[in-house]
């Protein structure tokens, strides 16, 4: 299931400040985006994805608003364009996100997309976009789960 919201969809919408001092994981997934879509998390399945406008995840820099999506079941965020520090805790947490330019993709719709390629097939409406290249290393971050998980397969990090 594919939802769709507008521009300038700041980490306070996403997952609200009162809820950032949680270590519980279901707490952040059962409030996410409730004060923009009071229903989004009775009803998001894991594999659904968020797109939306431009500048998403804009304000605070705080990782919980990706990790409250990906707890949530958030496979993907496609977006117009992303707040950097959204965009790289993101990646940093393994939650794909693409920047298209420009999209007409509705709510509910069924997409497919490939990370490798950065393409997204709308296959309700027929159309074909192209993201942003995603670099390299940053699909190999997804692929193992996220930044630490990256780190501990290649062996550049260790945890004492």
Do not use: W
């Amino acid at each position: 299931m594919v939802y769709v919201y507008g521009d300038n969809i700041d980490t306070d919408r996403i997952i609200p400040g009162k809820y950032t001092k949680t270590l519980d994981l279901s707490t952040l997934a059962d409030h996410v985006l409730e004060d923009l879509d009071p229903e989004f998390s009775k009803q998001v399945k894991q594999g659904d994805i968020i797109v939306a406008g431009g500048n998403f995840g804009c304000g605070s820099s705080r990782e919980q608003a990706p990790i409250a999506l990906k707890q949530a079941g958030v496979e993907l965020v496609i977006a117009k364009d992303f707040a950097r520090i959204f965009f790289r805790n993101a990646i940093n947490i393994g939650l794909p996100v693409l920047e298209i330019g420009d999209h007409t993709i509705h709510k509910g719709n069924k997409i497919e997309y490939d990370l490798q390629e950065g393409s997204v097939k709308d296959l309700t409406d027929n159309k074909e976009y192209s993201a942003t290249q995603l670099p390299q290393i940053m699909i190999d971050i997804l692929q193992a789960g996220g930044l630490v998980p990256y780190l501990k397969i290649h062996k550049n990090y260790s945890i004492s």
